[in-house]
């Protein structure tokens, strides 16, 4: 099994940028879904972009065309590279394992499998 722990997060004014690295251990982050997902004090966890084990990416809307994700298999690593970073970017990103090769935002938690999660590293933006 694979034990994940992120880093990177921190404190930006509005239009900066943070890249998030997820550190991966056990096991090949290629041979997951892999995702990032963020969440504030008092909603639930959803996904802000992820990774098939193809290779193919999937984006929130409100993130396409800021953020990118991308996978670093010389030290084995998960990235999430925000650019134009906005307050409403504010909060814990967790990076997640599924051993499945496609997965969705939607059923990432609740269905199949149960992913593995890091401890999130948190994101603050302030304008």
């Known amino acids: 099994q694979v034990d994940l722990v992120e880093s990177g997060g921190g404190s930006v004014q509005a239009g900066g940028s943070l890249r998030l690295s997820c550190a991966a251990s056990?096991?090949?982050?290629?041979?997951?879904?892999m995702a990032w997902f963020r969440q504030v004090p008092g909603k639930e966890r959803e996904g802000v972009a992820r990774?098939?084990?193809?290779?193919?990416?999937v984006y929130e809307e409100t993130v396409k065309g800021r953020f990118t994700i991308s996978r670093n298999s010389a030290d084995n690593t998960l990235l999430l590279q925000m650019n134009n970073l906005t307050p409403e970017d504010t909060g814990m990103y967790y990076c997640?394992?599924?051993?499945?090769?496609?997965?969705?935002?939607?059923?990432?938690?609740?269905?199949?499998?149960?992913?593995?999660w890091g401890q999130g590293t948190q994101v603050t933006v302030s304008s």
């Open positions: 997640g394992a599924k051993p499945v090769p496609y997965c969705t935002f939607g059923t990432f938690a609740s269905t199949g499998s149960p992913p593995i």
């Open positions: 990774i098939g084990q193809d290779g193919r990416t």
């Open positions: 056990g096991s090949s982050v290629r041979d997951y879904c």
